[in-house]
């Protein structure tokens, strides 16, 4: 069954720091995942999306993640925290016709 | 374009009641999934349908029930409503040759 891990529930970067999110999925092949975040009192927002054209996927607002099958994982990363960037972020895959997310990470930027 | 709409956006009921949500999807896209999110249980997965019928439906109960119009708008009905039932349900629709999911804001719920 496919399902993603999500380590850590909270994660806490200074602004200015390296932004990383971690994400592994469980899977027989190489699935459709994705990253949403989600701001206070909305919906989910799509940050960016892997369907095997690239490894590297590059999303929006700076947020890129790397698909590596040799370690099931899915990372996002973004270079510089922003104050703006504090939310929650969640890995999600496809199975069949509904999407499975991951539990979510909080993401706390420092001033 | 405009995006998914979800009515009402804030909701308060008593145990035992009933209550029906409304999404409006993105116009063009035919599936619409929606969502249950708790603190305790994040998002979990209700139903998903496409041109009017189920194709997919997660662990609930048989209170959580659902249908799709044929212009793509989407119900979902909770019945003899539970104080857990306390939570905020989000609708996405999907676009006819993407995978990705555009979510609405969702309808606060709070059960007393």
């Known amino acids: 069954a496919q399902s993603v891990t999500q380590l850590g529930s909270h994660v806490s970067v200074s602004e200015g720091a390296l932004v990383l999110l971690r994400c592994n999925y469980s899977s027989s092949v190489p699935p459709y995942l994705f990253w949403y975040v989600q701001y206070p009192n909305q919906g989910l927002q799509l940050l960016l999306k892997?369907?095997?054209?690239?490894?590297l996927v590059k999303g929006i607002n700076g947020f890129e993640a790397e698909f590596k099958k040799s370690e099931t994982s899915f990372h996002l990363t973004k270079p510089s925290a922003h104050m703006s960037d504090a939310a929650e972020y969640f890995c999600?895959?496809?199975?069949?016709?509904?999407?499975?997310f991951g539990a979510g990470t909080r993401l706390f930027v420092k001033a | 374009k405009a995006g998914v709409t979800q009515t009402p956006r804030y909701l308060i009921k008593t145990r035992g009641q009933q209550v029906t949500l409304s999404c409006s999807p993105i116009?063009?896209?035919?599936?619409v999934s929606w969502y249950q999110q708790t603190p305790g249980q994040g998002l979990q997965f209700l139903f998903e349908?496409?041109?009017?019928?189920?194709?997919n439906k997660g662990n609930f109960p048989g209170r959580f029930s659902g249908r799709q119009f044929s212009n793509s708008r989407s119900e979902m009905n909770v019945s003899t409503l539970e104080l857990g039932d306390s939570a905020l349900y989000l609708c996405a629709s999907s676009p006819p040759t993407g995978d990705e999911q555009f979510f609405g804001p969702g309808t606060r719920l709070t059960v007393l």
């Open positions: 999600a895959v496809n199975r069949g016709f509904k999407t499975i």
């Open positions: 349908y496409f041109s009017e019928t189920q194709r």
């Open positions: 892997y369907t095997s054209a690239a490894t």
């Open positions: 116009s063009g896209h035919r599936s």
